[in-house]
């Protein structure tokens, strides 16, 4: 029957006696979405584990093939969609980039960019903290997150008339300015959430039983993270300071500042295990709150809203690629989001327009950090990586 059931890369006779083959997924809540795993067991311990993808093809690479550069946007936003303002924005600096408007955009406009993409990565991490403390069995968690979360899609609804898939960042500058008296529900949001993060670290990062389920398990080592260009907070719960905004130091977050947390070994837990993982993602939300703040400060001072300020001033009505191949990157929430566009001079439509998904090569690694461990610690590894599945498929 197993070798009936395809695909499968595990076959009888390659399997000990005492070994067992099991599917997780791809409808199974801890898979986070519709992925398949193989699983080689024996007993309660897993031998191997094999990840199935294509469950959830977006076709994302073909349709761009025959859309405008704009038009392609709302595809974006479906890719990884718990971050469709950032997705939005790694492709439309790439396109900035290919037209020569780098640098040259108002600095209103930049620092827009800054804020809506940081508060959407304040609202992705605490899916990814909320579903992990489902994952190992801790219910509230997930209730504070998404309550919380609450506030970030209704001030993104407010600014782009979307909760989830915004098409707000276009290429050359915004759909339209920010509503009146968002940079002041900004500020009263990062003062509100700044007092909520501390109750979570009591909830979840010192919870004996927490550690217990995520200390030591799962660890990557720096190494093997570097050789399947992990990136994002698995590279960095790994001990490798590599944040894109710091590299890059793409818009104005070279006049930002804040810190890029690492991943440090800590009572039971260690360098590139699970906890560590979940460690980065929550101090990352307290880095993010210290950009807030400092792009309302910047809105609502230096870089104010004037009667003559138009967010499409720079936007082309046709866009004409100068540099016709193309990479461009930016750092997402789960890591490094790239678009590499093989563009037509005459045209406004892209030859090539092919996506890199962090989650795609944070997924790959999955056999690496499973094997030995106990099935229930499995769950928890999986809910660690904090994957798309709609990144890793496309």
Known sequence: ????????????????????????GPQHPSTHGVLRLEIVTDGEMVVDVVPHLGYMHRCFEKHAESLTYQQIIPYVDRIDYLAAMNGEWAFIMGVE??????GKLPKRIEYIRVLVAELNRIASHLVAIGTFGLDVGAWTPFLWCMRDREHILNMLEWASGAR??????????????????????????ADYFSR??????????TNHLFVKRTAGVGVLPLGTA???????PILRASGLRWDLRRIDGYSVYPELEFDTPVGKNDGQAVIGDTWNRYWVRAQ??????KIIRQCVAALLGEHKR?????PRAMCPKKLRPTHTEYYSRAENPRGETGFYFIGDPKRDIPYRCKARGASFCNLSLLPEISRGVLIAD???IVGSLDFVLCEVDR
């Open 97 to 102: 980039q290919m037209m020569g408007l780098t």
């Open 196 to 205: 909520k993060l501390p109750e979570l670290d009591t909830l979840l990062t």
């Open 306 to 310: 004037t009667p003559d300020f138009d």
């Open 164 to 189: 989830l898939l915004y098409n707000y960042l276009w290429v050359g500058g915004l759909y339209y300015d920010l509503p009146v008296g968002f940079e002041q529900r900004a500020a009263e949001f």
């Open 226 to 232: 570097v050789n399947y260009a992990a990136s994002g």
């Open 378 to 380: 499995l769950v928890a």
């Open 284 to 289: 990352e939300m307290k880095e993010s709150v």
């Open 1 to 24: 029957m197993l070798a009936r059931s395809a695909p499968a890369r595990t076959q009888l006779e390659g399997l000990h006696t005492q070994e067992m083959v099991l599917n997780m």
